[in-house]
């Protein structure tokens, strides 16, 4: 693997003779593969072999090889979702620091990892408002969310600037900006050609727009959560310090093993306490993060999760993709369930029969062909599932079933 000259100088500087040998060892390496299991759809199935499980992250493993996860049905069910490990850590943050429901906004959320484990790991009342600038991004974003099944969830798009004129108040902001991606390095060798020292500058200058354009948005006392998926300091501990300087806040800790082998600042004379994953050092793709209380004046209550749904709608200008489960769509003159109702964790299997497929019928389901139900299988909407996971809907006509799930969802090859 070729690095660009100008981050070997920076990097092997930044990290050290020892953590540099370790990182250039690692990207020799298979990248390690890891998933997080959906608490609200896993049922304690034996599902890899040989998991290894995340410290960090109580619903989190490590796997021996990376499966082609397209072809799991499981996978589209929403029962897991593969995550990098060291992005796991925000569940660690999590539940050191929120006890009571709160309302959280996810500011880049897309394709969605940060989201559905934000989902996961807040008390229940909780409710989450998972935004994407980006429509493409956006809308796989919300594939993602409505295949966990939370009812819990908006999705919207919406710029940070946008966001901040709604007056929706949150307790909790959590930033995983747009960066330079050194992280990614090891598994999207694009992302090497593309870095550059004037990409960095940009990137850091973008990361604190987005931070200024939304700081209204989080209540006096509130939590931010920083993150990069990058190790350089401008990006990290540069912008945690700006933070804290020009907008008003405090560096705040959270409990910790020696044996995570985690990182510190590595910014001289600033010994605050943020978490740095290093590829080599920690069995995971590169992960900075640190987490922030609001200390300068502004709203002290936010919005609160009872009435943030109700207040979300009156703003014009907030562009809502979802709110909770859609459950029906018109299509001519009949209303169609919709596939997210199937994946719904609300959703009442007493109103609509059940058909388990083998998985080569689950595989052709996704890939949205028609087949044949078993005989008796009641006429009309009927939901497939594969090991009792629904996947989705196809209405029963007799001799042939008519495949209902979305075509933007669907497999591309089998």
């Known amino acids: ?37 959906n608490p609200f759809k896993y049922r304690q199935e034996h599902l890899f072999p040989g998991t290894i499980p995340v410290p960090w992250c109580k619903q989190g493993v490590w ?60 008390p229940a009342g909780s409710v989450l408002v998972c935004n994407e600038p980006d429509r493409r991004r956006a809308n796989i974003l919300l594939e993602n969310m409505l295949k966990q099944g939370h009812p819990d969830v908006l999705v919207t798009h919406n710029y ?28 999207d060798p694009e992302s090497i050609r593309e870095w550059n020292v004037q990409n960095v500058h940009f990137c850091q200058d973008r990361q604190r ?77 590169g992960l900075f993060m640190a987490v922030l209380r609001k200390t300068s004046t502004g709203t002290a209550r936010a919005t609160s999760p009872n009435s943030l749904r109700e207040q979300a709608h009156k703003a014009r200008i907030l562009h809502i993709l979802s709110d909770g489960i859609p459950k029906y769509e018109q299509k001519g003159k009949e209303m169609i369930p919709t596939t997210a109702q199937a994946l719904s964790i609300d959703l009442p299997k007493q109103n609509y029969p059940c058909v388990d497929v083998s998985l080569e019928q689950a595989q052709r389901y996704l890939h949205r062909e028609s087949f044949s139900l078993p005989p008796g299988t009641p006429r009309g909407f009927v939901i497939v599932t594969y090991q009792k996971h629904p996947l989705g809907f196809m209405k029963n006509l007799g001799d042939r079933a008519n495949n209902l799930y979305p075509k933007n969802w669907a497999i591309k090859k089998l």
């Open 1 to 37: 693997m070729q690095l660009p000259e100008e981050f070997i100088t920076y990097t092997s500087s930044l990290f050290g003779p020892h953590r540099w040998q370790q990182f250039l060892n690692s990207l020799n390496e298979p990248a390690p593969v890891s998933i997080r299991f």
């Open 63 to 122: 796997l021996e090889d990376r499966p082609f996860f397209t072809l799991d049905p499981l996978f589209h069910a929403g029962v897991y979702y593969v995550q990098e490990a060291g992005s796991l850590f925000l569940d660690h943050i999590l539940r050191h620091w929120i006890k009571t429901p709160v309302s959280v906004l996810d500011l880049c959320a897309a394709p969605g990892g940060k989201s559905t484990l934000l989902r996961a790991a807040l």
């Open 160 to 187: 940070p600037h946008e966001l901040a004129k709604t007056n929706l108040i949150f307790d909790v902001l959590l930033a995983d900006v747009p960066c330079s991606g050194e992280g990614l390095f090891r598994r």
């Open 209 to 285: 727009k987005i931070l200024r354009d939304s700081w209204n948005c989080l209540r006096q006392g509130g939590l931010l959560i920083y993150s990069t998926c990058t190790f350089n300091m401008h990006e990290n501990e540069e912008n945690v310090r700006w933070i804290c300087e020009e907008l008003g806040a405090e560096v705040l800790s959270v409990p910790t093993e020696l044996s995570w082998n985690i990182t510190g600042s590595l910014l001289a004379n600033w010994n605050q306490p943020v978490y740095r994953f290093i590829p080599g050092i920690t069995q995971t793709e």
